[in-house]
């Protein structure tokens, strides 16, 4: 029976059907146009309209194919059928995976093998993409629809719902900002992947029941509930405690000792952090954005990292007591990273900064008082090295991805254009080098907190792009630069992949400071 | 084939049904009459598992309305002035979807149906005009035979030819199948239906058989040698007793011939003459309601 109420649905759908599978072959067709580079602005303005339209055009799809069938109701003529309930729910699941997630499997498979990532990665991206995205975005449709009896009053449910995920974030920003970014923390940190894994089995759970409520039983007002219950637990997953997450993270690490003989530890003799103007001194002394708020600069001095590391602070949690614990002020610093390239200093020293708001500073600043950091860290080690031509250079290296370089316009930068199937690199530095003389240039490097076994945000496409730039001539001749311009012939762009080895923790504890001694000067 | 026994069904705070107790007889065609709102399609509705009961339950060929499972409903024939059926798809189409899930559908049963009705079966759902609809939800609900019929305000919005061709569509075919329908309108029950339930604001008034309603119900006029004037208390099965000059009339609904003379010389003096005569289908009905509202009945 599934197979016959297939066919009714596609004689019913197929136009709809077809449109949206054409936004999504057109949208990934313009993708591949653009290329490494992406600098053709027509096409990258398509590109960034057509992957929106073709989501909302799959929501309203999924949407429409479950109200072909609608569940709450009186008058729809199916109801009083012979049509088994169980069939019916089945053939609108591989209706929505056919004509829903289909055509987006089939553009991100031809995204990736177009784009020469070979068959089988290209495969396991575009499944990856669609799994995601049927979690994500067409099992919560299809809970929805199926609560709904047609499209207005999803539209209407869909925005109600809209409007209260979007209060309730902004009441959750409120109580965050209030803590001092205590309350939650796994938001946008390199494991809030794990608070998406549970809003992802959540939304899976919620929707099971909600469409066996509907289709075994049509209790729409109990399948209701369950849909704002589920929203209420999912908001809730927001803020997943850090300690919980991090430890999670922590089990799923590479090498659990690796990291042992790193230690953070306070450094006074560092003296006071120096900011290099007036005007940086005023700012730093801000911090944080706002006139109210003002900063410390904490000496310390990481060891123990290694060679061809990097270190990186996840979370810096600071806690100020008084000696008899009369008042505590519980907040968190800045995170930091240090990296170690290729042997040297086996002591790197750095300012922990911490943002504290300006009454509390007040309180605070002549107390002596205990602080207690806890770091949440993590050790990263180089994975690859790779070396390709700085002029027209397009080479492709495992791990890091497809790149291409090429001079800016104004003849001051190489810029560097790379694109990874999934997700892209978290870690690396990229520098311009001299092959002949081994010259080179200050290194850019971008270490981000992304611990996500996956890529977590896969729209619009399966692809990553990134890229970097890497200056040789300063137009106002104030900077030089050992590899400029003219050897850019014989340079070429080295890049080192750096990948996450261990995570854990460490506590740094100051038995007194005072604040007022740890000012910007 | 249906016993519906104490069934109340609450919207929020309006009570639609308020307990009704009736049973269906097999092979019968029996007619559930109300003004509009009465309950007729909330009952309907629940007796084919569309709508919950707050309250009791009907058992439908031997099975709790909750539990119809696709081989009960398999039996059912529904036909209802409002069902939403996929109007992208034409007649055909949507008869060839429907053909499998049902074992017993007869495809030659479905011809003749569909050429007695005159269905224009390559036309869209959408683009069928009201009667057309109506025909095209017979047609799909009758060719698998079954035990069961619901019709639910099938007449309603039907030209007179339009209706006429439907019920000798339906007639054709009822044979041996319980036929259950509702109206408002009773001229359109008359002559089909076997046995008829009143429902007045959720209410079961009355069940019975025509034969037995029509039976029992006349129109009497008393003819009296001074002015007419109504008994003081007049037997609780006269309705509507009205003086008019010398003539008295009232409905007797239990009308017995051998006791009606000497009821009305107990009661009224110097009867000169009394006459009755049966009444329409329609007459009796406001009677009862009537009744019903001034708690006569």
């Known amino acids: 029976m599934v197979w016959h109420i297939f066919k009714k649905d596609w004689k019913l759908a197929w136009g709809f059907v077809l449109a949206v599978a054409s936004l999504h072959w057109i949208a990934a067709f313009v993708k591949f146009r653009l290329g490494v580079a992406g600098e053709n602005e027509a096409l990258t303005m398509l590109s960034q309209l057509l992957p929106g339209l073709s989501i909302f055009g799959s929501m309203f799809l999924t949407c429409a194919i479950v109200h072909l069938d609608a569940i709450p109701g009186v008058k729809q003529d199916w109801l009083a059928r012979p ?55 067409v099992l919560p ?69 909600i469409a066996g409520v509907q289709y075994f039983r049509r209790k729409t007002i109990l399948a209701r509930a369950l849909l704002v219950g589920f929203g209420v637990l999912i908001f809730i997953s927001e803020v997943f405690p850090w300690h919980a997450a991090f430890a999670i993270q922590q089990r799923l690490s590479a090498r659990d000792n690796s990291a042992r003989p790193v230690q953070v530890a306070f450094e006074p003799k560092l003296g006071r952090y120096k900011s290099s103007s007036a005007v940086a001194l005023a700012e730093d002394r801000r911090r944080g954005g706002s006139e109210n708020d003002a900063a410390v600069f904490v000496p310390v001095q990481v060891t123990g990292i290694g060679d061809d590391a990097i270190l990186i602070t996840d979370r810096a949690e ?7 614990k009369r008042a505590e002020y519980h907040g968190t610093g800045e995170n930091f990273d240090v990296r170690r390239e290729g042997p040297g200093s086996p002591a790197s020293s750095v300012y922990q900064k911490i943002v504290v708001p300006g009454s509390v500073y007040r309180d605070w600043k002549d ?47 190489l810029e560097l254009h790379c694109l990874q ?11 311009l080098e001299n092959a002949a003389t081994g010259e080179r240039n200050p290194p850019r490097s971008v270490c981000r907190s992304d611990y ?70 | 084939m249906i016993r519906v026994t104490d069934l109340h069904k609450k919207f929020g705070r309006f009570e639609a049904l308020r307990g009704l107790n009736f049973e269906v007889p097999e092979g019968s065609a029996f007619a559930l009459i109300g003004a509009n709102g009465a309950g007729k399609t909330t009952t309907i509705k629940v007796l084919m598992n569309i709508l919950e009961p707050s309250h009791g339950s009907i058992e439908v060929l031997g099975v709790d309305s909750r539990r119809l499972s696709p081989k009960e409903l398999a039996q059912i024939g529904y036909v209802s002035e409002n069902q939403e059926m996929p109007s992208r798809l034409t007649v055909a189409e949507y008869v060839a979807y429907l053909r499998p899930f049902y074992g017993t559908w007869d495809r030659e049963l479905e011809r003749t149906i569909a050429k007695q009705l005159r269905l224009p079966v390559e036309r869209r759902i959408g683009d069928l005009s009201h009667g057309m609809r109506m025909k095209m939800a017979l047609l799909c609900a ?31 075919q009822a044979g041996e199948m319980t036929v259950l329908l509702s109206s408002h309108e009773l001229g359109e029950i008359d002559g089909v239906a076997t046995h008829v339930a009143f429902l007045d604001e959720g209410k079961l008034l009355f069940q019975e058989s025509m034969s037995e309603l029509m039976g029992r119900f006349r129109e009497v006029h008393v003819t009296l040698e001074q002015a007419a004037m109504a008994p ?62 001034d708690g006569q009945a």
Request: hydrophobic content about 45%; proline content about 6%; some cysteine.
């Open chain 1, 83 to 137: 049509i088994p309930r169980g069939s019916l729910l089945r053939e609108k699941f591989l209706f929505v995976i056919a004509t829903v997630c289909g055509p987006m499997f089939v553009g991100n498979l031809f995204l990736g093998v177009a784009n020469g990532f070979g068959f089988r990665s290209a495969l396991f991206q575009a499944t990856i993409f669609v799994v995601y995205l049927f979690f994500f975005t």
């Open chain 1, 452 to 521: 996500a076994p996956y890529l977590d945000r896969p729209l619009p496409d399966s692809l990553e792009r990134f890229g970097t730039m890497l200056p040789f001539r300063d137009p106002t001749g104030l900077a030089k630069f050992p590899v400029d311009g003219a050897q850019l012939a014989q340079a070429r762009v080295v890049i080192r992949v750096y990948e996450p080895e261990q995570h854990f923790t460490q506590s740094l504890t100051i038995p007194q400071i005072k604040l007022r001694d740890w000012d910007a000067e």
């Open chain 1, 318 to 324: 600071v806690r100020l007591t008084e000696p008899e």
């Open chain 1, 141 to 209: 449709i299809f809970a929805l629809a199926a609560v709904t009896r047609n499209m207005t009053e999803a539209f209407v449910m869909g925005c109600a719902c809209a409007f209260l995920i979007g209060a309730s974030i902004t009441v959750y920003e409120f109580a965050n900002g209030a803590s001092h970014n205590t309350v939650g923390g796994v938001v946008w940190s390199g494991v809030g992947w794990i608070g998406e894994a549970i809003r992802l089995g959540l939304a899976a759970i919620a929707a099971t029941l």
């Open chain 1, 421 to 431: 199937q999934g997700k892209g690199p978290i870690c690396g530095t990229v520098l």
């Open chain 2, 142 to 172: 009758l060719p698998y035979r079954p035990k069961l019929l619901v019709l639910d305000e099938p007449f309603s919005g039907l030209d007179p030819l339009v209706r006429d061709e439907f019920m000798e569509g339906l007639l054709n």
């Open chain 1, 367 to 413: 107390r002596a008082a205990q602080m207690q950091i806890e770091y949440s860290l993590t050790r990263f080690v180089l994975k690859n090295s790779y070396a390709m031509p700085a002029l027209n250079g397009n080479e492709r290296m495992p791990g890091w991805g497809w790149c291409e370089t090429e001079v800016n316009e104004a003849g001051t930068a």
């Open chain 2, 232 to 293: 003081r208390e007049a037997p609780k099965e006269w309705l509507q007793v009205r003086a008019m000059g010398n003539v008295l009339t009232f409905v007797d609904t239990r009308f017995d011939p051998s006791t009606l003379s000497e009821q009305i010389h107990s009661q009224i003096a110097g009867v000169k003459e009394t006459v009755w005569q049966p009444m329409a289908l329609r007459n009796v009905f406001t009677t009862l309601a009537r009744a019903a509202r």
